[in-house]
């Protein structure tokens, strides 16, 4: 890239050291570079083939193995079979009840309602029986809700900013004075950008009928992006004329006499109390 498009992409060109961008379009040029992206395999992945291949060769050489072993894994592979069958035994026999009950006592009953669920070995069992219908996930594999901590502080009081509203509250209409100050200021900030879009458009399409009519897309985007930055200029000065008229306002109702502050709640703890008493 050019040292002004790479600024405008956040990077610093050095001398010597080109600033580069990879495309997704392969082409080739005498202006561009080409590198080679290698991803090393790690470690564990050799380990967990020669873990492989170590299991295939002890299967193959299951005939060499002593008969006692060779007798224990008969027994074992029984064993897992009759497990199999009496889990689909017990699916069936689910179903079936199920349609049973559906009929005769709506919704229907369910043998072992988590068996098909994600939830642990043992938690696929309990509850036996429940209805057709009711949650019955355990609550420890339900995702847990974050209870929000209770600072003492009202809605909107922060912990830094608790004591300053106490001292900076200047009425009774403070608080909703800035909250309508902050919704007008939104409200402008909304308006002002549907007017600057449409104004950079204007704009550009008057500058396209013109001799200085920008021939590239490169030169478009820049003059879009200029047209864009003197319009938001004079918008952020509104802004902060708004702003300051608006704080203005804000102190000049908070000095008003014969206004008494409202009290703020705050936590009170026991060397406070005994600072304000002496």
Known sequence: METEDAKRHGLKPLKGIPCVQIVSQQEFGDDMYYTWFYEPVPMLTYVYAALALLAIFAIVCFPLWPMKMRVGVWYLSMGLVGLLCAFFVIAIIRLILFIITYFVASPGIWLFPNLFEDVGFVDSFIPFWNWHGT??????????????????????????????????????????????????????????????????????EEIMKTDKAPSNEKEEKELEKSLFTEEMASVKKELEDLKADLTKGQTTGAEQPGQQQQPVKRNVTLEDANEDAD
């Open 135 to 204: 949650d019955n996930v355990p609550k420890a594999n339900k995702p847990k809700k974050k209870k929000k901590k209770n600072t003492g502080l009202l809605p909107g009081e922060t912990a830094t900013g608790g004591a300053a509203a106490a001292t900076a509250a200047g009425g009774a209409n403070g608080a909703q004075a800035k909250q309508q100050a902050q919704q007008a200021v939104q409200s402008l900030l909304q308006q002002k950008m549907q007017q600057v879009a449409l104004k950079v458009k204007q704009r550009k």
